[in-house]
DNA sequence: AGCATATTGACAATCATTATCAATTAATAT
DNA sequence: ATATTAATTGATAATGATTGTCAATATGCT
């Protein structure tokens, strides 16, 4: 957790840039969120409640500052939003995601089983791969319980 | 071709919905650029270049429907908007997208071999898959070979 | 402490998309 | 063919998310 912050105030150092209150907070209240995958009117929303005085406009800036150093990710769940979550330091690429198209829940599943694929990619398109994202659309446990439950009834 | 605007027809008749000029321009723009992956907007330039007088609100209602029927697919490529390509009629499962994040190219690889991932995520999670989107980020060829060239002049 | 300038908050502006609504038009019955 | 009815349309306003502007403020350095 403490890494973060000293990842960000290594980062503004190398830039010249400055360490303000309102990045602090900012951070801390995404950190506080982790696994929550909340998107940029909700980090706003989440940090007014502490920091009224914050403006969105700062929220929006950080949130790009703190994408741009690699402490969180953004990505498209299906709802129009951007949605973020903190990256997780041991990991070599990014989790997949299982999107519940019933109540929209998002829940991570580890697993690396792409390089193969991505050899197969080079071979076929010399396309040179940095990083992939998968999304696994379909039913939750408690959603697909419910599911057979009412197909039991009809 | 003809399959989708037959399908577009079936499906008005069926929710007594009705068949329009506008419909059958929008479709028709649409499979003309079949492989671009345009968003809205480039949709209705192109649409509004042969006919001037079809409006943006409809453009996107025809989007909407056609999505709906499974003609067409939206998907997030990395600018903010919504993209959308054409469905291909044999395939089981969506194709993958290699994304450069040099030029921004979009290029498809067919492939199907997350099944094994899929079973495994229902034996840890109970997560009952349905689809899935794979995206892959790298160097397209080109930029890959410029890429290089320039790394050997340094 | 003082200075240069990065940063901030308030608010306007933009961009993509959606809602509203009177006028138009497609599909059906006559 | 024509009338009827409700779906559809285009223009425009409204929304929601994000970005730009700019004067006031605060940070990091000397």
Redesign the interface.
């Known amino acids: 957790m403490q890494n973060y912050t000293t990842q960000l105030k290594e980062y503004l150092k190398e830039k010249g840039y400055r360490l303000t209150e309102q990045r602090l907070v900012i951070l801390d209240t995404i950190l506080n969120n982790t696994g929550k995958h909340l998107n940029s009117q909700e980090i706003y929303d989440l940090v007014k409640e502490k920091h009224p005085e914050v403006g969105v406009a700062t929220v929006y800036r950080t949130i790009s500052l703190l994408e741009e150093i690699g402490i969180i990710y953004g990505g498209?769940f299906g709802d129009g939003s951007v949605r973020y979550e903190v990256a997780k330091e041991h990991e070599q690429h990014r989790h997949h995601h299982?999107i519940?198209?019933e109540c929209g829940s998002i829940?991570e599943?580890e697993?690396d089983?792409?390089g193969?694929?991505?050899n197969?990619?080079y071979k076929?398109?010399?396309?040179?791969?940095?990083?992939?994202?998968?999304?696994?659309?379909?039913?939750?446990?408690n959603c697909?319980a419910k599911k057979e439950k009412k197909e039991v009834q009809e």
């Open positions: 498209d299982l519940c198209i829940e599943f697993d089983l792409l193969p694929v991505e197969e990619i076929q398109k010399q396309f040179k791969t940095t990083d992939h994202r998968v999304k696994f659309y379909g039913y939750c446990k697909l």
